[in-house]
């Protein structure tokens, strides 16, 4: 490790997502920063859903890490095992070492939204853009924002097909503790776009299982049928379930910090609880908020306050206040509906704060990259 910074402290951000990111770049002048990184380049998952179904559009979404940190490094590989003072990363002759561990390493989602490396994930999602095209009749399963933001994207590019959306609650979203004037304007919208929407019913899955990559390789005819008896006809269905945390890292070492859900047991400072060391952000930790882009935005902002009073030798920390009362949901690059401090507003506001560009510039600039003209 360097030997140049302040302090000498070495920080190991398992995940350069966007959380862990973020959180690096806050960290790069003043202390020893090294992010672990599975993916070949950062992806952008808030735009997975246009990159998904919009011709030309996937490698917009993968971003290089080459410019990002000044001082600190991304390398490439997988964390297998997380132990006290260091982790071990696949392929490594030796464990890392760290005075401050970060856990950011999200959740899994099915392939079409979050593939392996950047190569694999364009071909997966140009097969994905293809197929949403040839089919007539496209069933959308789960009705989280990934799946209703892909239903809308799917409906600006193509108003002739048939969509169903379906989801096991009763209310579209996680959590659904939203204002009703928001579930309103949610319900006018999808019916203005003619998107079928079933709620308090599971589809089960083809014989085969559920697709791989999360969405049908070939376009043909099918038959589903739901746990509440409904029978839908359907040539390409999409799989917008998932979310399940990636910290089986943490089971040989740390089981005793694991929900049965496989989230981390976490303090509102972002620390693992019984660990003053060790911090979790982003999805993988067992807040009771919306595992949404900005939240960990702000978990990233109270973890470096944390870990920099840390290094400095303070003790007080901050906390994170938990936040389930916003959200911006996009329907297509014209539309949208959002949940704000100041009320529900419906697509112009929307549109300028998300929908026609979801963020990718803005992630270019964060990581100091430089996006391609196409």
């Known amino acids: ?26 960290l790069d002048k003043s202390l020893d920063v090294t ?22 559009y996937a490698p917009k979404i993968y971003i290089p890490y080459d410019n990002t940190l000044k001082k600190g490094k991304v390398i490439s590989g ?31 989602w099915p392939k079409f939204l979050r593939g392996q490396n950047s190569a694999v994930g364009i071909e997966i999602q140009k097969l994905s853009t ?31 097909k048939k969509i169903t959306l379906v989801h096991n609650k009763e209310k579209l979203l996680s959590p659904t503790n939203f204002k009703p004037k928001f579930y309103s304007k949610l319900a006018e919208k999808l019916e203005r ?4 929407v079933i709620t308090g019913d599971s589809v089960i899955p083809q014989e085969e299982g559920i697709p791989e990559d999360g969405f049908d390789r070939e376009v043909k005819p099918r038959t589903f049928q739901t746990k509440g008896g409904k029978t839908i006809q359907a040539d390409l269905s999409f ?29 509102l400072t972002t620390q693992l609880e019984g660990h003053n060391n060790i911090f979790v952000i982003g999805d993988i930790n067992n807040f009771d908020e919306q595992k949404l882009a900005y939240i960990g935005e702000m978990h990233s902002k109270v973890c470096a306050e944390n870990i920099l009073t840390l290094s400095r030798g303070g003790n007080k920390m901050k906390q994170h206040k938990l936040n389930s009362s916003v959200v911006v949901l996009s329907m297509g690059p014209q539309d949208g509906v959002s949940q704000l401090p100041f009320g529900v507003v419906g697509g112009i506001l929307t549109k300028t704060i998300k929908s026609k560009e979801l963020f990718v510039g803005k992630w270019w600039g964060n990581l100091n990259a430089k996006q391609p003209r196409q």
């Open 35 to 56: 992010v672990v990184e599975k993916n070949d380049k950062f992806i952008h998952g808030i735009a997975a859903v246009r990159a998904a179904v919009a011709p030309s």
């Open 193 to 196: 776009m003619k998107i079928e």
């Open 239 to 267: 799989w917008c379930i998932g979310g399940t945390p990636n910290t089986s890292y943490m089971r040989e070492n740390f089981a005793s910090s694991l929900t049965e859900t496989g989230h981390l047991k976490t303090q």
């Open 1 to 26: 490790m360097s030997e140049t910074v302040p302090n000498g402290k070495r920080v190991v951000i398992v995940g350069g997502g966007a959380t862990g990111i973020l959180l690096a770049k806050s």
């Open 78 to 108: 997988t964390v297998t095992n997380v132990a006290e003072g260091q982790v071990t990363v696949e392929g490594m002759e030796a464990p890392l070492p760290y005075d401050y561990l970060v856990l950011s390493s999200g959740c899994k």
């Open 130 to 160: 293809a197929n949403a095209s040839e089919a007539t009749n496209i069933l959308i399963i789960g009705g989280g924002a990934v799946g209703v933001e892909l239903a809308c994207e799917i409906r600006f590019l193509y108003a002739d």
